[in-house]
């Protein structure tokens, strides 16, 4: 069974400095999705990025980015310039490229502090 | 905005009472999910829809049925509520086309059993 861990229940950081979250995962398959999900405190779940196994290069939106090892089945996130929007939950979630339907497996979440 | 609501947004009711929650989606997305939310645990997937009429059930189903009837509406039961089914509750839908696979959440249901 595909397990995501998220090591790190809280982190914090100062604006405008670079944050790291980590995740790591198990599987046995070759072909799958990793996704990075924010929860601001207003509860609502927004995708921030999401990264395809069979590509090497690291997804990137914005200030958001991603440090993707397969081999290490790792799967960083990555937020440059911190702003106070960016405090929230981080969700990593796990899902198997395949039709119909695939579970997606959800780390416990971080808990991202942004200092002024 | 992937056209999700969720109604209602909070609700406090008693053990032994039956809920039933509702997701709506405008987009004619064809599978459809419910997830709870608790502390140390993320999301952990209740039941899911495939199709209008076709429903199955996620990890955490016990205590919990579904029924697709439309396929914009997707609702959740609880039949006779818990304490234990004080959670919150998202609804969400898998998308199509270029980034497909990915799923969108609703706003959530926080939902308490007193």
């Known amino acids: 069974a595909q397990t995501v861990t998220q090591s790190q229940p809280e982190m914090s950081v100062q604006e405008a400095e670079t944050v790291t979250l980590s995740c790591t995962y198990d599987t046995s398959e070759s072909d799958y999705y990793l996704f990075w999900y924010k929860q601001p405190p207003s509860r609502q779940m927004i995708l921030v990025i999401r990264q395809e196994a069979y590509k090497q290069q690291n997804a990137t939106e914005n200030r958001f980015s991603v440090n993707f090892q397969k081999a290490a089945k790792s799967f960083s996130l990555k937020i440059s310039d911190s702003q106070l929007g960016d405090a929230a939950m981080y969700f990593c979630a796990y899902r198997r490229n395949s039709g119909g339907y695939q579970k997606v497996t959800f780390g416990i979440g971080t808990k991202l502090q942004v200092i002024p | 905005d992937a056209g999700i609501t969720q109604s209602p947004r909070h609700k406090v009711t008693e053990t032994g009472t039956p809920v039933t929650l509702r997701c709506h989606q405008t987009e004619n997305h064809r599978y459809m999910y419910w997830y709870r939310q608790d502390p140390g645990h993320g999301l952990r997937l209740i039941h899911y829809?495939?199709?209008?009429?076709?429903?199955d059930k996620g990890e955490v189903s016990d205590g919990y049925s579904v029924s697709r009837s439309k396929t914009e509406d997707f609702l959740l039961t609880l039949e006779s509520a818990t304490s234990s089914q004080t959670s919150v509750y998202f609804c969400?839908?898998?998308?199509?086309?270029?980034?497909?696979?990915?799923?969108?959440f609703g706003p959530g249901t926080r939902l308490t059993v007193t």
């Open positions: 969400a839908i898998r998308t199509t086309g270029t980034y497909s696979y990915e799923q969108y």
């Open positions: 829809s495939y199709g209008v009429k076709d429903t």
